[in-house]
C-alpha cells in the first residue's frame, strides 16, 4: 500500500525537482534540435571536410553513454575555467547526447525529399545554405515528425541522469526525500508518476500527429 504521506509531506520537493526537469528538457530539446539539425546538414553537405566531421561527431556520441558524456562536462568544465552546477553541465550533455540521434533521423528525411528538388532550388539560382532552409528542410522535418518526438520522450526520461550530478531534478529530489525518510519504493514511485505526467501527454502528441500526417499523405 503507498504511503500517500510520503507525497503530501514532501510535495513542495516534487515540485521543485519537476520543475527542473521540465526546465533541462526544454532547453536540452532545444539544443539538441539546433544541433541535430546542423550535424545533419554536414553529414550530407557536397563538402568532405564536413561530411568528416559529421559523421565522426554522430558515430563519437551514440556510443559513448550518456552518463560519461555528463561526467565529462561535469568534471571537465571546471579544469578549463568554466563554472557550471550539476543542472547547467547535466543539460549540456543530455542535448549533446540526444543531438547524435536527431541528427540521423533529420538526414533521413532529408534523403526522402526527391533530388530533383535539390537541383531545381539551385538552378533557380537559390544557394546550397537557402535551399536547405526554405525547400528541403521543411519537408524533411514533416517527413521525420513521429521519430523525433520519440526521441524527444526519451530525452525527458534521459533528464534523470542529472541526479547523479545533482541537478536538482525529479531522481535527485526523489533521492533526498529516501535519504531523509529511509523510504525507497513510495518515493520513487511518485517520482515515476511525475515523469509519467511528462511523458504520457509527449506519447499522445506524437501518436496523434502520426495519425494526422497518415492522413494529409
Do not use: C
Not at 566531421?53 to 559513448?64: D, H, K, L, Q, S
Not at 544557394?127 to 518526438?149: D, E, F, N
Not at 511523458?199 to 500527429?209: D, E, M, N, Q
Amino acid at each position: 500500500m503507498l504511503r500517500f504521506s510520503i507525497l503530501t509531506e514532501n510535495v513542495h520537493l516534487y515540485l521543485e525537482g519537476f520543475k527542473y526537469t521540465i526546465g533541462a528538457s526544454v532547453i536540452a530539446l532545444i539544443g539538441s534540435f539546433l544541433i541535430g539539425t546542423l550535424i545533419a546538414i554536414m553529414r550530407i553537405a557536397p563538402f568532405r571536410p564536413l561530411n568528416w566531421f559529421g559523421t565522426a561527431y554522430v558515430e563519437f556520441i551514440r556510443n559513448i553513454p550518456l552518463l560519461l558524456i555528463t561526467f565529462v562536462f561535469f568534471f571537465g568544465l571546471p579544469v578549463l575555467g568554466i563554472v557550471a552546477d550539476g543542472f547547467t553541465a547535466g543539460t549540456i550533455a543530455l542535448a549533446i547526447y540526444t543531438s547524435a540521434f536527431i541528427a540521423e533521423a533529420i538526414r533521413a528525411g532529408i534523403q526522402a525529399v526527391p533530388l530533383g528538388q535539390m537541383e531545381a532550388a539551385r538552378a533557380s539560382g537559390l544557394s546550397y545554405g537557402g535551399t536547405m532552409r526554405y525547400i528541403i528542410l521543411p519537408q524533411a522535418i514533416k517527413i521525420v515528425i513521429p521519430p523525433l518526438g520519440n526521441q524527444f520522450i526519451n530525452l525527458v526520461k534521459n533528464s534523470s541522469i542529472l541526479g547523479v550530478i545533482a541537478g536538482f531534478d525529479l531522481m535527485y529530489q526523489g533521492d533526498l526525500i529516501a535519504s531523509r525518510t529511509f523510504v525507497t519504493f513510495d518515493v520513487y514511485i511518485f517520482v515515476a508518476m511525475f515523469y509519467l505526467l511528462l511523458t504520457i501527454p509527449l506519447s499522445l502528441g506524437v501518436g496523434y500527429l502520426e495519425r494526422r500526417l497518415a492522413r494529409s499523405h
